[in-house]
C-alpha cells in the first residue's frame, strides 16, 4: 500500500459541467501521474507531475487541465466535461526504488 | 514514442496448466524497463514482475516468469500451475529511463485471462 487515495472514487456529470479529481499520497513523492483508462485502449497518460508547479503533458491531455500546490496532491480538471472522457481515471506514483509505479484505486466517471 | 502491443486481447486457459501471454514493442532505445500489472475486477493495479533491458536474465516471481528476447523486442509472460485467482486483465508496460517522458508508463491495450476449472 503506497499510501495513494483518490477522490471521489464514482461521479456521474452532465456535458459541459467542470470537475475536477483528487489524488493524494502521504509519502512525499515527487512524480505523480493521471493516466485514464478505456476498453481497447489499456492506460493512457493524460498529464504527470514532478513536483510543486511543475507538470507537463501526456499522450491524451486535450480538455485536461492538472495542478499541483502541494507534494501530496496532483489534481485533475475536465474544464467542460464531454461524453468522451468518460473513463475510469487512475493516479499513480513513482515508487523510492524508481522501479515501479504505484496506482490509487482509480475514479469512475461517467458524463452523460 | 514507444509503442507497446499485445496481440492476444483474451486468453484462457485450465487451473493447473500453463499460459503464455504475448508482448512486443517498439523502441530505439537501449535501456528500459519492462513490466507485467495484472488487474482483476477490483480494478487495481498490481505489479507482476519487472525486467531491466540491460540484464540478460528473466525475471521470475514465483509461478511468474517471463522470456525477455532484447532483439525480437519480445516481452512475454509465463503463468505456471494457473489458479481461479490469476484471472484478470494482464497489461504489458514500458517504461523508459530518459527522464523527458516523466518516467511514464507506456501500456499495451491488455489481455484478459480466464481460468477455468
Known amino acids: 500500500d503506497a499510501g495513494i487515495t483518490q477522490s471521489p472514487r464514482h461521479k456521474v456529470t452532465e456535458t459541459g459541467t467542470p470537475v475536477t479529481l483528487r489524488c493524494h499520497q502521504t509519502e512525499n513523492h515527487r512524480y505523480m501521474y493521471w493516466y485514464r483508462q478505456d476498453p481497447g485502449h489499456g492506460l493512457r497518460l493524460i498529464h504527470y507531475?514532478?513536483?510543486?508547479?511543475?507538470?507537463d503533458k501526456g499522450e491524451v491531455s486535450d480538455g485536461y487541465s492538472v495542478s499541483r500546490s502541494k507534494t501530496e496532491d496532483f489534481l485533475l480538471t475536465l474544464e467542460s466535461a464531454t461524453s468522451s472522457q468518460t473513463s475510469v481515471y487512475f493516479c499513480a506514483i513513482r515508487g523510492l526504488d524508481a522501479y515501479e509505479q504505484y496506482f490509487g484505486p482509480g475514479t469512475r466517471l461517467t458524463v452523460t | 514514442a514507444q509503442t507497446v502491443t499485445q496481440s492476444q486481447p483474451e486468453m484462457s486457459v485450465q487451473e493447473a496448466e500453463t499460459v503464455t501471454l504475448s508482448c512486443t514493442y517498439d523502441t530505439s532505445e537501449s535501456d528500459y524497463y519492462l513490466f507485467w500489472y495484472k488487474q482483476p475486477p477490483s480494478r487495481q493495479m498490481i505489479l507482476v514482475i519487472r525486467q531491466e533491458a540491460y540484464k540478460q536474465q528473466n525475471a521470475t516471481e514465483n509461478r511468474f516468469s517471463v522470456n525477455f528476447q532484447k532483439a525480437a523486442k519480445s516481452f512475454s509472460l509465463k503463468i505456471s500451475d494457473s489458479q481461479l485467482g490469476d484471472a484478470a486483465m494482464y497489461f504489458c508496460?514500458?517504461?523508459?529511463?530518459?527522464?523527458?517522458?516523466?518516467?511514464?508508463?507506456?501500456f499495451g491495450k491488455g489481455t484478459s485471462l480466464l481460468v477455468t476449472p
Open positions: 508496460a514500458y517504461r523508459s529511463v530518459d527522464s523527458n517522458s516523466g518516467y511514464a508508463l507506456n
Open positions: 507531475s514532478y513536483g510543486v508547479k511543475d507538470t
